[in-house]
């Protein structure tokens, strides 16, 4: 009668197996951003909105600038910003916090119409205070 032990698996084998798989699928993730962000600068180009992105300075919105430095060093930290669009550019920044969280004034050259009436901020208040994500 053969006597059949335990399969020999080296020790760490298949934990070093992994952490190489979830390198690979980060690697493969960051790629991803890189790219979306490339063709939105393209399309920023194309569509001559490249210029229109600069943060706004207005008292109204004091947090703007903040929020968006914010943005450029933790945008990739929660999946919800690239579900709205958020792809590392500054335009994907403004876009956002001015029509998602109301931390920036309006862009002008966004289509404003396709945001329901209750979501312009009034000229005489300023945005709403809201929890940081971080």
């Given at each position: 009668m053969?006597?059949?032990?335990?399969?020999f698996q080296p020790v760490g084998l298949v934990e070093r197996i992994q952490?190489?798989?979830?390198?690979?699928?980060?690697?493969?993730?960051?790629?991803e951003q890189i790219?979306?962000?490339s063709m939105a600068q393209g399309r920023a180009m194309r569509d001559g909105t490249s210029g229109q992105c600069e943060v706004p300075r207005d008292p109204r919105y004091p947090d703007c600038p903040g929020k968006?430095?914010?943005?450029?060093?933790?945008?990739?930290?929660?999946p919800c910003y690239a579900f709205y669009g958020v792809d590392g550019s500054?335009?994907?920044f403004l876009i956002y916090l001015s029509e998602?969280?109301?931390?920036?004034?309006?862009?002008?050259?966004?289509?404003?119409?396709?945001?329901p009436p209750t979501?312009?901020?009034?000229?005489?208040?300023?945005?709403?205070?809201?929890?940081s994500k971080g």
């Open positions: 053969e006597v059949v032990g335990p399969r952490a190489i798989a979830q390198n690979v699928s980060n690697m493969a993730n960051r790629v790219l979306q962000s968006v430095d914010w943005m450029r060093s933790r945008w990739t930290s929660d500054d335009c994907s998602v969280e109301w931390f920036c004034p309006p862009l002008a050259w966004r289509n404003q119409s396709n945001i979501q312009h901020a009034s000229p005489a208040r300023t945005a709403p205070r809201q929890v």
